[in-house]
């Protein structure tokens, strides 16, 4: 099983567009940061997070002391970068897991210290790949996402929009 470690957008992401049952459903084993779940703050939002965690669908793990060393080191070399950020990029890094992220910096930077980088249309891929989200459907969240202000390639989600409406 594929494990994954999610940014806070990404959960934002999929809260918005009402994903998170489909997303856990996709055979990832899926972890975060303290430091991602200590900076949601909207309560609707808490509570389905905490919901995923009692569950045991959501591994949260804790940084140890010589992890902030690493994670305080990333951020000030990537100044546009946030705790939160360099947190889920360092877990990632340390153990070869794939790093689910919407930042376009973050992404950057992970991916030049060489960890495998998705977004949420790998999300959006591997849903309607296996058969968990039709692609009208995906068609009609992502649009959603995009009248939310989702920052997502504006190329990439029209190629799939074609290849979802065109089948």
Known sequence: MQIVVNDTNIFFDLIIAEMVEMFLRLPFEVH????????????????????????????????EPTDLEIVYEKMNQNHQLSIEDCSVWHYSEVNNFTLLTGD???????????????????VFDELVERGLLLPQLAFEKLKILLNAGTRLPQKECDDRIKMWLNG
């Open 104 to 122: 376009g910096a973050l992404r950057k930077a992970a991916l030049k210290a060489g960890v495998d980088v998705k977004g949420l249309l790998f």
């Open 32 to 63: 975060t940061t303290d430091f991602v779940i200590n900076e949601i703050e909207e309560e609707e939002q808490k509570i389905i997070i905490a919901e995923i965690i009692a569950r045991g669908e959501l591994i949260v793990v804790t940084s």
